[in-house]
């Protein structure tokens, strides 16, 4: 989700008015400029994209569906959708570790998952998370991770989560490695789009080839190889002559 979609800045206010009146109309009920306030004090923190999918999910309810939601109403789908979705981006988490792990940049098709694995520590530390610590671990990422959620994204996250190896090829002055996309990848596109050193993230992944560390070594390996084996051809062919 776009940090621009957040309630809290002033140019959605309109916008926010304007789906709350007829959200007032749709329910016969008249709704004031001052009722509007505070409905906006309390769900300016949300992103308007969350808030215009729980309007959704209330009116397609059999039973609180028939009345207008109050500031409550919001609050719960809103908190109660985010603690789901924490689940299921530790899911996400757990299941690229496992076929992906640490060594490899990797971006994710969810632009909370990377400001919350920042705030704890990079993606290589993930992968140096002792298994009794695992469980404690869980819990604080998805206590970050809905606390995300609820504000929304206020500042840059990384556009790309840097793993072991690329941390090696840049200390050593080495071409950078492109990321590993985990998910959909249009959406990994979008998280790239709005991250921080985007640019850079593009180049690696439109780059032809980018030799790692490894396959550079391996590279002067076979020149050598090559370069002693015409020695010894030249050599062979003096003795001949």
């Known amino acids: 989700m776009e940090p621009s979609e957040e309630i809290g800045y002033e140019e959605n206010f309109a916008q926010f008015t304007k789906m709350l009146m007829a959200l ?22 949300y992103p308007l994209s969350e808030i215009k999918r729980v309007i ?15 500031v409550a109403d ?31 940049d990797i971006v994710f098709d969810d632009p909370y998952l990377h400001a919350v694995i920042r705030d704890m520590g990079g993606w290589i530390h993930f992968g140096e ?10 819990n604080d990422f998805r206590a970050r991770y809905t606390a995300y959620r609820s504000r929304g994204l206020t500042g840059l996250y990384p556009a790309s989560l840097r793993g072991r ?3 090696e090829n840049w200390s050593a002055s080495f071409p950078l490695d492109p990321p590993v996309l985990w998910g ?19 180049a690696l992944l439109n780059a032809q080839s980018v030799p790692s560390v490894t396959q550079k070594k391996v590279d002067k390996i076979a020149w050598m190889d090559s370069n002693e084996k015409s020695q010894k051809e030249k050599e062979d062919e003096y003795v001949v002559s």
């Open 24 to 45: 007032g109309e749709y329910y016969h009920r008249g709704i004031s400029p001052m009722v509007v306030d505070f409905y906006w004090q309390a769900l300016r923190g």
């Open 56 to 70: 959704g999910v209330h009116l397609t309810h059999t039973e609180s569906g028939v009345y207008l939601p109050k």
């Open 74 to 104: 919001f609050i719960r789908l809103l908190d109660g959708g985010h603690k789901d979705n924490a689940a299921l981006a530790w899911t996400k988490l757990e299941e690229a570790l496992k076929h992906v792990g640490t060594y490899q």
């Open 129 to 138: 998370i002792t298994l009794d610590k695992w469980p404690f671990v869980g």
């Open 165 to 167: 190896s690329n941390g």
């Open 184 to 202: 959909d990848r249009a959406l990994c596109l979008q998280v790239i789009t709005h991250g921080e050193k985007a640019e850079q993230v593009f």
